[in-house]
């Protein structure tokens, strides 16, 4: 079974950065997928984050993460790899932090049309 395992979470303090990995497993690529961001704070349910597809380039951002989170993909080597990266971090963004994939593009952000989920990054930013 395919699982996206997220990677490069950490502690950091409320104005600092951070960038995640999402890196394809061996045997698969993203070449058909889009790969998306998701993020589960304790006690509140998962929500989107990012996403970014293989087909166009196209990408989302939800609107508590505009202009403070990037989303990019590097498809050039022998493993395809997805990142997020994060600035700007805020105490809000606390969370456990998980890549997935939907097909083909990023049109809906509900985490129940994407797939392939995997143990995720904890994310902890102190003020």
């Known amino acids: 079974e395919v699982q996206l395992q997220a990677y490069g979470g950490g502690l950091v303090q409320a104005g600092g950065y951070l960038r995640l990995s999402c890196a394809a497993p061996?045997?698969?690529?993203?070449?058909?997928?889009?790969i998306g961001w998701f993020r589960q704070a304790p006690g509140k349910e998962r929500e989107a984050v990012s996403c970014?597809?293989?087909?166009?380039?196209?990408?989302?951002?939800a609107e508590s993460v505009k202009g403070r989170f990037a989303t990019s993909s590097d498809n050039t080597g022998n493993t395809d790899t997805v990142y997020l990266q994060m600035n700007s971090l805020k105490t809000e963004d606390t969370a456990v932090y998980h890549c997935?994939?939907?097909?083909?593009?990023?049109?809906?952000?509900?985490?129940?049309?994407?797939?392939?989920w995997g143990q995720g990054t904890q994310v902890t930013v102190s003020s």
């Open positions: 970014i597809s293989s087909i166009d380039g196209s990408t989302y951002y």
């Open positions: 061996a045997g698969f690529n993203f070449d058909k997928y889009a």
């Open positions: 997935a994939v939907t097909i083909p593009l990023c049109v809906d952000p509900r985490p129940a049309e994407y797939a392939f």
